[in-house]
Structures are given as structure tokens and as C-alpha cells.
């Protein structure tokens, strides 16, 4: 019984992927003409014949081709006294999901009663299509999800060819006069950051943010690394940086307090280019070697070396078609308060009452530039397919009966495993293993491989159906948590691991188990919805992101 049911599971997952990869696919070339209600409300014409495609050398190669796809939004004169800016990131993300939402683009905004000049972006790496146009590759409009899986596909494929890393290729120097962000250069009283279009994005924040920075520092050892981390404005050159205990700048910072240096050269970087910055912000590349060079595998991934420049003040070397440079130093002596901030549970985070400040000595930047804000828990931070692969490549290594990870950025701590079991107590053996070594992973649930996992309706139905709460779950009291998690103790919370497979006989299960109708339908209709889709074109309806 257990090999026969587990031939027919494959079975109708095969033909549930074929229809979904290609299928209704090929119904695109009907829908594609219909009218693109995201220009309409941009009040911008759809560009064609753009040249702006992968790899993008600049932020603004990348919006440019995301207007071409009608993924972007003009706004103009956001008043973020009054909150504009976060309330249309609101409204959007409900409409549209978090994975359907387009990129907003504020051309001038009103802060602190005054209009500062734009553009100011946000929302830049959410949309299920950007994880296919970060890398050149074809969208599926009319299954948004496909766009993803070309992007996984894609990024596992390349694990797969350099032996389950991403590849390298060395950045390239260039002269200061051929790099964008030396432009302009502000020095001494020319310096205020409060003249550029950082703003505050919730009521209950301590002030104005930077959140989208690359901060650049150095160490003697592991030589230079970036990673993106929340800095609150106190004045014109003053911010506050708040880089976590377990983060790479503060575990930095603490071994030069401890070389007894009482200053750390910094440099913030903002308007990177797509991959930079998706880099900056995850966990890529996973590795806990150093040195390494992350610009390095910024240009692996993209297939081709990025430009970099010196910096001024330092020997830093950052991105050199990055829109602004912010150099400084970090006091290693006084600490200041920081916080609260909205942070990435949702909720609103802690106070810190001792985090680092940073003097700012100078500031280049490129003609108009064009910054970025991240409405922190509400738009997406960067492509997910890069740091999935890395996670699914990683556990085949032990569990070749995985086929899939994913979680929703809406939320949190909840991970979804997909796998093709072959032995009783499997699914509550791989969800008790990703339990213990992902600190994010507060709920694991483990499902076979008929059900999509990037479907939330499906996991509810797995739960609902397939779950035994009694038999076929573990809880751990008490594990290391998230940083950000609300409801953690003293830094600790508890788990579940839940196995939402269908049960065997061998696991307490019923001998025998139902076929879902919707695999039943597309099993014996395998044609149905692709017939219908191209027969009824002009009256379905798609979302206008």
C-alpha cells in the first residue's frame, strides 16, 4: 500500500508541475495584449524595445526595466508627516499580496514640514516576476509563481555546476572619474543628511531611518564585508548604527575595541545595483569562512565583474554605480540610544540603549539620486530565490527526500517543507532537524509532495487533513530565537515540528488514504485548464501587477 500510494503521489505531482510550468503558460500570448492597468495608474507610457535587461549595472537600469514591465509606480508629492508613503505600501501589499505588489517610486516627499527632493523607492525586490528578471530569464504572467520557480531553478542549477556554491568572479576597480557615485561630493558644512529623502515609515519609529544601506567596514583578518542594517538620523552628520550581536559589523566592532582602536572606518552605501544590494540584505553566500569576498560572488551570481571604487577617506572599496557614499567613522568609545524601530516580525522593536554612532566626513553621490527605503514588514526586501536554493541545496545533502523549502515573508518564523517520504517518521525527523538549526524557523511543517508549498491554502489544508496534533508533532521549550521575534524570553522561545504528511498505516494512519479532487481533476482533465484559459481570455481578469 505505502509504494503504491507513494507512485501515485508522484504521479500527480508530475502532472500538476507540467501544467503549472508550461500548461497555462501558453495561454500568455492571448493575455499579454490586454490592457496594463499599472502604467495607467503610473500616467506613463509602457517603454518598449529597452535594453535594460540582466545583469544591471545600476539601480537605475533595474527600475528602468521594471517600468518596461509594468511593475513600477509614480507618485508624486508623498506628505510622510501624514504617512502616505507607508499607508500606500499598505494598501498595496493587501490588494496584491506580498508577492504581487509593484515597486513605488515617490518623486518628492514631505517630512518634517518640509518637501525634500526625490526619487525615493521602495517595494524594489518583492514581486514573484523580479525573481526571473533579476537574471535574464522569462516571466510566466499568467502564473506569477512560475516567474519564482524559474528563478530557483535557475540559482539551484548554478549551485549544482560549481559544487553547491555560488561561482566568483573578482570585482573590477575603476578610476574615480569613471565611477557615477563620485559625481558630486559633499564635504565639511556642505554635509546634511536630513537634506536627503530618508523618512520616517511608522508613528511608533524614534525619528527618520536609513534602512537600505550597504555598511561597508574592514577588518585586519577577515578583511571587508557588507551587510545591511538599520541607522537612525540624529542630526546632520550624526546617524546611529544598529548592527545586531551575531552580525558581522558588530562582531567587527568588538574586535577592534578589543585591538584597542577607538575609531572603525564606515561607508554606507545606498542605490545599489539589484544583486549588490539582495546580497547585503540576506545570507549570501552562506558560509562561515573568512575572508571571503562578497563582491566577489555578487559578480558570480551576475556573470560578470562589478565596478567598484575606492573611497575617499578610506581603503574601502564599494559599488561604483551605487547612487550615494556615505564615509565616516565609528566611535568605538561612546555609545548612544537607538530605537524603536518597526522591525521585521511586524512589530514594533526594541529601544537599544547602546549602539554605536557614526561621524559623517563625506558624502558622494550620482546627479538626482535615487534612494531606496524599506517599509520594514510590509513591501519585500530582496529576491528569494538565491538564499532558497542555498537552503534546499544545503538539506539534500542529508534529506535527498526534499523537493522543496519556502516560507512567506508575511509570515514569519513559519516554514513549510515539501518532500517525497520513503520511511515512517520521516517528516517529523527533517522538520525536527530544520527546527534545531534555523533560528527563524518557529513552525515547521513538513508535507508531501502533491501539495504546492508556496500555496498557503494547501498548507492550511494539510494541517487541517493530514495532521495528527498528537502523534505527529514534537515541541521544544525552549531554543535560541529570532533577534526580532516579540514573543521571545531572554532571547529563547519554543517550537513545533509538524509533520503534515499523510499518515501510513506504519505511523498510526488510516490503510487507506483519499486523492485530493483538485489532482483527481488534473489527472483526468490534464487539458482542462489550459483549453479554458485560452477560449475564455478576454473575460479573465488579471491582477494589473
Partial sequence: MRDELSKQLEELVSRRRFLAASGVA???????????????????????????????????DYLAAMEDHGL??????????????TAIMYYLADTFGAYGAPVVLFENVKQDGRWIKGPIIANNQSHYHQEALMWGLEIDPIVPENSYR????????????NGGDYPQIPPVQVAREQAPCKEITLTGDEIDITNFAFIQG???????????????TYDPEWQQNFGTYRCQIISARKIILNSEPNQTANRMILRAIKRGETMMPVAFVLGQDPVTW???????????????????????????????VKCDDSSLIVPAHSELVIEGVIDLINTEPEGPYHETYGYLGDRNEARFAVRI???????????????????????????????????????????????HDDTKGVYFVSIKKDKPGLGKEIANAISKRSFIAKVVVVVDDDLDIMNQAEMWLALGSRWQPAAASDITESAKASFFEPSAVDGRTSKIAIDAT??????????????????????????????????????IQRKPF
Avoid at 553566500?285 to 565583474?305: N, Q, S
Fill in 361 to 407: 566626513n563625506k558624502i558622494t553621490h550620482r546627479k538626482n539620486p535615487i534612494l531606496m527605503n524599506s517599509f520594514t514588514s510590509i513591501g519585500g526586501g530582496f529576491v528569494k530565490a538565491p538564499m532558497d536554493a542555498y537552503n534546499v541545496s544545503s538539506w539534500q545533502k542529508k534529506y535527498p527526500q526534499i523537493t522543496g523549502i519556502f516560507y
Fill in 202 to 216: 511608522n508613528p511608533g519609529d524614534a525619528g527618520r531611518y536609513i534602512n537600505t544601506a550597504s555598511c561597508f
Fill in 150 to 161: 524559474a528563478g530557483l531553478k535557475y540559482m539551484m542549477s548554478m549551485l549544482e555546476a
Fill in 502 to 539: 499523510i499518515q501510513w498505516p506504519e505511523e498510526g494512519g488510516p490503510k487507506d488514504f483519499p486523492a485530493l479532487n483538485r489532482n483527481l481533476f488534473e489527472a483526468k482533465a490534464p487539458d482542462a485548464v489550459k483549453k479554458a484559459v485560452i477560449k475564455w481570455a478576454d473575460k
Fill in 72 to 85: 513600477l509606480v509614480r507618485f508624486d508629492k508623498i506628505d510622510q508627516d501624514a504617512y502616505e508613503g
Fill in 26 to 60: 501558453a495561454a500568455s500570448m492571448s493575455l499579454a495584449a490586454m490592457p496594463n492597468s499599472a502604467h495607467a495608474m503610473s500616467g506613463k507610457p509602457r517603454t518598449t524595445g529597452s535594453n535594460n535587461q540582466a545583469p544591471f549595472e545600476s539601480l537605475r
Fill in 278 to 308: 539582495m546580497v547585503s540584505g540576506s545570507r549570501v553566500p552562506l558560509t562561515f569562512k573568512k575572508p571571503i569576498d562578497e563582491l566577489a560572488y555578487v559578480g558570480g551570481m551576475r556573470g560578470k565583474a562589478l565596478e567598484v
